[in-house]
């Protein structure tokens, strides 16, 4: 199924979507060494870059976490998926990412 199907689904009410299309991301803020955890919805929050012939060629989403009021730090995660939506690469800015 595309992803474009994928949402059509979500916005036409279809269930059954699962947890596989949340991708949580946990981060820790340089600032004040708070743990900050995140969702990317792999469904809603992606955007779609095309290849020249037409076809998605992959997937990145932009995310903003930030805690909860104390700090005013915002951390930013860049996502960056292939065409299968597996993540290829990810960056962060003003945080580090935790492992789990
Ligand atoms: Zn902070």
């Known amino acids: 199924m ?6 059509l689904n979500v916005f036409s009410g279809g269930s059954g979507t ?7 991301v946990k981060v820790k ?3 004040c060494g708070e743990i900050l955890t995140g969702t990317v919805n792999l469904a809603n929050d992606l955007s779609v870059e ?14 903003i976490v930030q805690g909860n009021g104390r700090c005013f730090q915002t951390i930013e ?7 299968h939506r597996t993540l290829k690469e990810k960056e962060i800015h003003g945080g580090t990412f935790v492992e789990e």
């Open 50 to 63: 095309y290849s020249p012939s037409g076809s998605p060629q992959s997937y990145s989403c932009r995310k």
């Open 18 to 24: 699962g947890g596989s299309m949340l991708y949580p």
């Open 77 to 83: 995660v860049v996502l960056h998926f292939d065409s």
């Open 29 to 31: 803020c340089n600032r």
């Open 2 to 7: 595309s992803l474009l199907q994928r949402i």
